[in-house]
């Protein structure tokens, strides 16, 4: 099996918008360059960025859903993300600066729900980007699978639901679910399948209006018995990847 990938996504901050790319450079025991290299830690959070933390320490979609209809820009060398909100002026700032945390969580405050813990700071580790998997992973997405999804569900749905970082079409719903403890080849890049990964309510949110519109936890159970949609890969070799190079089994 050989298929073309067909679009590459990061989320610079965690749960605070993704950003399209042509290509990457990807290295072993890494994640994709750019994803999750920050996550906003609330205020009940016992995260201090010395080490990788769950996700419950961290403002997200799955608590806030306004978060996902942020889109984000990284200007890498810069140290400036900017980020933009139907509902919001954009706002362009370093999230190492702590000069510039208020006027982050100035911006934030709106799209925070009100009975949540409000967020506080800027984390990262360096290293490593903030996934919800505690080893550095990237997100493989079929779009077969997103199809199956629709199908089920009874209407299109745009697939920044499920904040995947590779999208690749192999023709067959689920095919992912079968690579774990196997490998693939994107580009020149080698990835080994370690996990399915397993939903939230962030995923039933649309990434447009901010608002949650569809019931795609149930819809998985009642199908298909699991909440699964994706698979989390490990960089076992470098290697640079773009959009439209092959994935292939190994």
């Known amino acids: 099996m050989s ?23 990807l290295v072993a025991g890494q994640c994709l360059p750019g994803d999750r290299v920050w ?40 140290g400036h993300v900017t980020l933009s909100h139907p509902t919001q002026d954009s706002l362009t700032f370093s999230p190492d600066s702590a000069a510039d945390l208020p006027r982050f969580l100035d911006w934030v405050r709106p799209l925070m729900p009100e009975d949540r813990a409000a967020s506080a700071r800027i984390l990262r580790v360096p290293g490593r980007g903030m996934t919800d998997s505690p080893f550095p992973s990237i997100s493989l997405c079929n779009w077969a699978s997103h199809r199956a999804v629709e199908t089920a569900i009874g209407h299109t749905l745009s697939p920044l639901r499920w904040r995947g970082n590779i999208w690749f079409d192999t023709g067959n719903a689920w095919d992912e679910n079968k690579w774990i403890g196997r490998d ?17 309510l962030a995923t039933t949110t649309n990434p447009e209006t901010g608002q949650r519109d569809a019931d795609t936890l149930k819809m998985l159970r009642d199908t298909w018995g699991h909440q699964d949609f994706a698979v989390y890969a490990e960089v076992i070799k470098d290697g640079a990847i773009r959009v439209g190079d092959s994935i292939k089994v190994l």
Not at 67 to 76: G, H, K, N, P, Q
């Open 39 to 78: 996550a906003v830690a609330h205020e009940a959070s016992k995260a201090d960025g010395s080490a990788w933390a769950p996700c419950a320490n961290f403002s997200r979609v799955a608590k806030a859903p306004q978060l996902m209809a942020v889109e984000a820009r990284y200007d890498e060398a810069q």
């Open 184 to 200: 693939v080849q994107i580009g020149e890049a080698v990835l080994t399948i370690r996990e399915r990964t397993v939903r939230c």
């Open 3 to 25: 298929e073309g990938i067909t679009h590459i996504w990061r989320h610079p901050i965690k749960s605070h918008g993704r950003e399209p790319l042509e290509s990457a450079s």
